[in-house]
């Protein structure tokens, strides 16, 4: 049992609400991530989660214990930090072991558990070594490895992959998602990259301000979006989003469905930006900005002349407020 | 690139010219000085070679003066170090109003020596000084601080660690201000109690300031003068003479200038041991990354 419920939780600072009154659950065994821009409130929350902040008001339960106000090292949790937090003083092996010192797990068994991670993330060859000379990627493993010794069967990451490069992002991404699976952790991921999202996610919250805009399996929020800031924030390049139909709302079309070739609107093709595989028109249509993706190298140049349209059930509606009109879930 | 060598040396001549006449002319004169036997200049000196060193060896004023100077300089340094890092463990706890905290801590450090010692001349007074009607307050019988041989050195030391521990907390407080409080949250969820962060994390990281704070406190306290002039004058006896005194004493009460500059000699070479030490730090500290 091992199951996390975040029920009403705020967390303020001198009156100003960094967590405001988020509720959200993640099941057994599953990965969950925390989005949203810096600022958001995501890495609060986790660190709520863990213990390393008290919340001002809400519960934290995991595994069915309410856990609001206990200390960090008994809430059966593991963390894995931004800055990977690895003891600059100690070896490779001391790192990885450090928890199961303080806990007393017996010599055999730390060595046993030593063993099997060092090999599952495969840092075998610089078990003597200290942080200091080893890659970014190496340092990652070793956090990663720290997680998995301890046998927690929660394990919370706060952006583990941002001081990665981006070949390396990918790569750890798997690794971390195999990990997981694996090892059947129940996992709260915190990023503010979508991509990290859609890819690793269960199920995904995002957050602004403080608050959740949504939550749900990644295809939700991407064909569904339940508010302007969701269609914006998932989606690369972001939906476009226009005035709408009716005063007070506004129109959002992704460029995936924005189509060249119809008998549609009159626009004019402002720039294009060719990324290989497909091209990204920016137009301007009746003085709005809209862009349009289109497959491989377009035809049309900076200054032509074009017509575009979009199929109906493309369309999404919202209010000016930034609420999906057709009753998106949130 | 000539033309800019010669530019950095011409900037630097001035600086060269008073490090010669202020360092390295006194330098070599007072070696000179140690090797001759005259009661002012090098004008009507007699050679004697190394007679100084032998006689400074074989003298048990010396001997006395540098177990003195080695007793103040250990004594002074651990407990101006641990002192300061019991403040600065304090302080780096977060509570309210702290920062109020940090310049009445720091107060003592910005007085001269005179106007401390001064202070404490008041406080060790036997029959009105605070310490001994501390003492009385809770039954205890008053002490003899500057005037008992046994508890002289002590008092000195006293002085001293009231005097700079600032000085160590400070660098000690700068030092566990620079350890990322990741490794401590990261050490809490792993189960370690405060006490075994303390000594797990902390303090290990902290070593390059403890060694610092340790270094510059004795090369400091080895050459203490200005307390033990001002407060018990190398007395009762011998009880708190330092090198430094008994230099003082050899060199302006004896006018025995050979002697005074072979004690000097002796003073520089140990001074610089612990200043090589220091540099060797430095050094190594910035070739590997400061850890």
Request: one cysteine or more; proline letters at 6%; hydrophobic letters at 50%.
């Amino acid at each position: 049992m091992s199951a996390i419920a975040v029920e009403g939780l705020v967390k303020r600072w001198d009156g100003h609400a960094a967590v405001d009154g988020v509720s959200f659950a993640v099941p057994e065994a599953s990965l969950t991530v925390l989005l949203g821009p810096s600022g958001c409130g995501k890495s609060t929350i986790l660190r709520l989660i863990a213990g390393l902040e008290t919340a001002t008001d809400g519960t934290v339960t995991i595994g069915g214990r309410d856990v609001t106000r206990l200390d960090p090292a008994k809430r059966g949790v593991s963390m894995v930090f931004q800055s990977y937090a690895l003891f600059p003083h100690l070896s490779v092996a001391e790192n990885i072991l450090f928890g199961l010192k303080v806990r007393r797990v017996t010599k055999a068994e730390r060595v046993r558990r030593l063993e099997t991670a060092a090999r599952m993330v495969g840092l075998d060859s610089v078990l003597e070594r200290k942080p200091a000379s080893l890659s970014g990627g190496q340092r990652q493993r070793v956090a990663l490895a720290r997680t998995i010794v301890a046998e927690q069967p929660v394990c919370l990451m706060d952006e583990p992959l941002s001081n990665l490069d981006a070949k390396l992002r990918a790569e750890m991404r798997d690794e971390i998602r195999r990990l997981q699976r694996a090892l059947g952790l129940t996992m709260v991921y915190v990023t503010h990259d979508q991509t990290e999202a859609m890819t690793m996610a269960d199920a995904v919250v995002l957050l602004n301000a403080g608050r959740i805009e949504q939550q749900g399996p990644p295809p939700l929020l991407y064909e569904r979006p339940a508010t302007a800031f969701a269609a914006r924030f998932i989606g690369q390049p972001p939906m476009n989003l226009l005035r709408g139909p009716t005063p007070g709302t506004l129109l959002g079309v992704r460029p995936e469905d924005v189509a060249l070739n119809g008998s549609g609107r009159p626009a004019r093709v402002e720039a294009l930006d060719y990324l290989g595989a497909e091209t990204l028109l920016r137009l301007s249509l009746d003085g709005e900005e809209i862009i349009a993706r289109a497959p491989g190298r377009a035809a049309p140049q900076p200054g032509d002349a074009v017509r575009i349209a979009w199929p109906a059930e493309a369309e999404h509606h919202f209010e000016d407020t930034g609420i999906r009109r057709d009753g998106g879930q949130t | 690139m000539p033309t800019s060598r010669l530019t950095a040396l011409l900037l630097l001549t001035p600086a060269l010219v008073l490090f010669a006449l202020l360092t390295l002319y006194p330098l070599g004169r007072g070696l000179l000085l140690s090797l001759v036997n005259t009661d002012y200049g090098l004008a009507d000196a007699a050679w004697v070679g190394a007679d100084n060193y032998t006689f400074l060896l074989s003298d048990p004023f010396f001997r006395g003066a540098a177990w003195n100077t080695v007793a103040f300089t250990l004594m002074a340094t651990l407990s101006e170090v641990a002192f300061g890092l019991a403040l600065a463990l304090l302080v780096n706890a977060r509570f309210p109003g702290r920062w109020l905290v940090v310049p009445s801590l720091v107060a003592p450090f910005v007085l001269s020596t005179m106007v401390v010692t001064a202070v404490w001349r008041a406080w060790f007074h036997y029959d009105f000084g605070f310490l001994n009607n501390a003492l009385r307050a809770v039954a205890l019988p008053p002490v003899e601080w500057l005037f008992d041989p046994d508890l002289a050195l002590v008092s000195l030391v006293l002085v001293d660690l009231w005097q700079t521990a600032p000085f160590t907390f400070l660098i000690l407080l700068a030092g566990l201000q620079s350890i990322p409080r990741d490794l401590h949250e990261a050490a809490q969820v792993e189960g370690a109690s405060p006490v075994r962060r303390l000594w797990t994390i902390t303090l290990p990281l902290l070593v390059p300031h403890l060694l610092l704070a340790a270094l510059l406190r004795s090369i400091e306290s080895f050459k203490i003068f200005d307390k033990v002039y001002a407060l018990t004058g190398g007395g009762p006896g011998q009880a708190t003479e330092t090198l430094s005194m008994y230099l003082y004493r050899l060199g302006f009460q004896y006018f025995d200038i050979g002697l005074a500059s072979a004690t000097a000699v002796v003073m520089i070479v140990i001074a610089g041991l612990l200043a090589a030490v220091y540099a060797w730090h430095i050094v190594r500290g910035q070739s590997d990354g400061g850890r």
